[in-house]
C-alpha cells in the first residue's frame, strides 16, 4: 500500500510550488520527474509546443482528453484568454482526484472543469450539460486507441467547426497509427507534426496538429 505516483507528484507540487504560482507548479512537476520519478505527462520539451499552439489559438473553449495529473491543464489553463473555459476528461477517478488539487494549487480551478467518466459517454453530453456551442481548441493525450474514435464522435456531435485545432499527444511513443493515418489522408483536416522527445527522455515522440476544415 502507501501512496501512489500521482500522490507523491501532488506532494512534490505542495512542497516545492507556491500556491496561485502556476510556472512554480510546472517547474515542479518537471523537477520530480527528472529527478524523482518519471512520470507520463507531456513534460517541458513538448510543452513548450503545446503552450506556443495555445497561444496562437488563444481558445475561448478547449478540451483536453486525458488530464492525468493536471500537468498540461495547467500549461494550458494559464494560457487562455480572459473568458476562456478548460474541459478536461478523464477516466481515472485517483487521477482526477490529485489533478483536481495541482489545477487548484496553481489558482486555476475557475479556468478548468474536471469531468471524470469515459471520453466515449460524455462526449455526446458536452453541449447540453455545459452550454459549449463547439470548441477552439482539442488537447488529445489519453489512451492512444480512442485519439481516432474520439475525434470523429466530435465531429459527429458538431463539437469541431472550420478552423478547430486539434493537438495530439504520443503520436509516435506510444503512437496512435490509426489517428495519424486518419487526419493525414482526410480532407477534412490540414495536418502538421512537430518532432521532439518523451516527455524526460531521448526517446522519439511528437506532437500532431491537425485543423478541421469542416
Ligand atoms: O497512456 C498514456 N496516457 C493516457 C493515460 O493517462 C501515456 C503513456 C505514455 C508512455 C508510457 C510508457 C512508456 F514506456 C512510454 C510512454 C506517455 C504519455 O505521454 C501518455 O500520455
Ligand atoms: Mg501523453
Redesign the pocket.
Known amino acids: 500500500t502507501g501512496t501512489t505516483r500521482p500522490q507523491r507528484l501532488l506532494r512534490a507540487v505542495q512542497e516545492r510550488a507556491t500556491r496561485g504560482d502556476s510556472e512554480s507548479v510546472i517547474a515542479a512537476i518537471d523537477h520530480f520527474c527528472r529527478h524523482q520519478e518519471w512520470a ?4 517541458d520539451e513538448k510543452g513548450f509546443i503545446l503552450d506556443s499552439v495555445v497561444s496562437e489559438v488563444s481558445p475561448q473553449t478547449a478540451l483536453e482528453l ?1 488530464t ?1 495529473c493536471g500537468y498540461s491543464t495547467v500549461r494550458i489553463a494559464r494560457l487562455l484568454p480572459p473568458g476562456g473555459h478548460l474541459i478536461t476528461l ?1 477516466f ?1 477517478p485517483n ?1 482526477a482526484a490529485v489533478a483536481r488539487q495541482v489545477i487548484a494549487w496553481a489558482g486555476l480551478e475557475d479556468m478548468v472543469q474536471v469531468v471524470e467518466g469515459a471520453s466515449g459517454d460524455w462526449i455526446p453530453h458536452l453541449r447540453e450539460h455545459f452550454g459549449i456551442e463547439s470548441f477552439d481548441f482539442v488537447f488529445l ?4 486507441e480512442l485519439y481516432l474514435p474520439d475525434i470523429k464522435l466530435l465531429e459527429e456531435c458538431g463539437l469541431l467547426r472550420k478552423g478547430t485545432v486539434l493537438l495530439a ?2 503520436v509516435i ?2 503512437g496512435t497509427p490509426d489517428y495519424l493515418e486518419y487526419v493525414r489522408k482526410s480532407q477534412s483536416y490540414e495536418s502538421h507534426y512537430f518532432g521532439s522527445h ?2 524526460y527522455t531521448r ?1 522519439e ?1 511528437g506532437l500532431e496538429k491537425s485543423v478541421y476544415l469542416g
Open positions: 507520463m505527462n507531456v513534460g486525458g492525468y478523464e481515472n487521477y493525450d489519453h489512451w492512444k499527444d504520443n511513443c506510444p518523451l516527455e526517446a515522440d
